[in-house]
């Protein structure tokens, strides 16, 4: 029976040589379409998934306004993880990505001068930021 079904099929092809070269050659795109996009979903889902307890870590990002638009960059300021730990007492922070010489001015809410906290300089660790919370 199922010989038959591709004597038939084999028969339509050698008959209907163009139409039969569109139909493959949109299969064929399609599938290629289709394995593509899996490829890159499946890469996409298994970012840091190596790390354990994978589904409890966030990478915190900054945002900067420019004139030419809003960026993110990677990594927080140096004095951030104190002022976590004082709004999230359930988050542990694990390590800081970088610090290369920044320093962060906290603007004055009233008349007073702005707030300049300490500078670092010269100093790079290559670490991530991740906020772990604990359940």
């Given at each position: 029976?199922?010989?038959?079904y ?13 139409y ?5 050659s ?7 379409a ?22 409890n870590?966030?990478?915190?990002v900054?945002?900067e306004?420019?004139?030419e ?23 542990k922070?694990?390590?800081l ?5 920044s ?6 809410e ?8 300490p ?6 660790f ?10």
């Amino acid at each position: 029976m199922i010989k038959n079904y591709f004597k038939i099929a084999f028969r339509n092809i050698i008959r209907h040589k163009g139409y039969s070269a569109i139909n493959i050659s949109g299969l064929t795109i399609s599938v290629a379409a289709c394995l593509l996009i899996f490829v890159v979903i499946q890469y996409e889902l298994s970012f840091d998934t190596f790390q354990p307890n994978y589904k409890n870590i966030y990478r915190l990002v900054t945002q900067e306004n420019r004139p030419e638009g809003v960026t993110f960059n990677p990594g927080i300021a140096t004095p951030a993880p104190g002022a976590l730990r004082l709004d999230f007492p359930q988050a542990k922070i694990a390590a800081l990505e970088s610090s290369y010489g920044s320093q962060v001015t906290v603007p004055a809410e009233h008349s007073g001068a702005d707030k300049k906290l300490p500078k670092i300089s010269g100093s790079f660790f290559w670490n991530r930021n991740i906020l772990t919370y604990s359940k």
